[in-house]
Nanobody, 124 residues
Framework: VQLVESGGGLVQPGGALRLSCAAA??????????MGWFRQAPGEERDFVSA????????RYANSVKGRFTISRDNTRNTVYLQMNNLKPEDTATYYC????????????????WGQGIQVAVSS
């Protein structure tokens, strides 16, 4: 199974980025997996950011990103997105996409597959 993130980069505070994560794999059924985003800042542990179930119901967000980030998925493209608005310097981190068979998992231990991560830097 491959999860490939894209869309990261450098942005000024208040700016926006849209991360994408494309899933592929011979026996991987995207439609039954909860998809999540996590992030890890330098010197910090990896933290939950957001998750969306296979049915796109009631996405979950970390308190630190509520109202600014929006997760969505396109099951026809095996892709999950993270729209990040009003970015702050504290959002600077490596962002990871992950897949879980547990509904709406927020703990990384429940995720079976991980992407390589993509850098997001918020700085003026």
């Amino acid at each position: 199974v491959q999860l490939v993130e894209s869309g990261g980069g450098l942005v000024q505070p208040g700016g926006a980025l849209r991360l994408s994560c494309a899933a592929a794999g011979r026996d991987f059924d995207f439609n039954i997996h909860t998809m999540g985003w996590f992030r890890q800042a330098p010197g910090e542990e990896r933290d939950f950011v957001s998750a969306i179930s296979w049915s796109d119901e009631s996405p979950r967000y970390a308190n630190s990103v509520k109202g600014r980030f929006t997760i969505s998925r396109d099951n026809t493209r095996n892709t999950v997105y993270l729209q990040m608005n009003n970015l702050k310097p504290e959002d600077t981190a490596t962002y990871y996409c992950a897949a879980s068979t547990y509904t709406m998992a927020t703990l990384e231990g429940f995720y079976d597959f991980w992407g390589q991560g993509i850098q997001v830097a918020v700085s003026s």
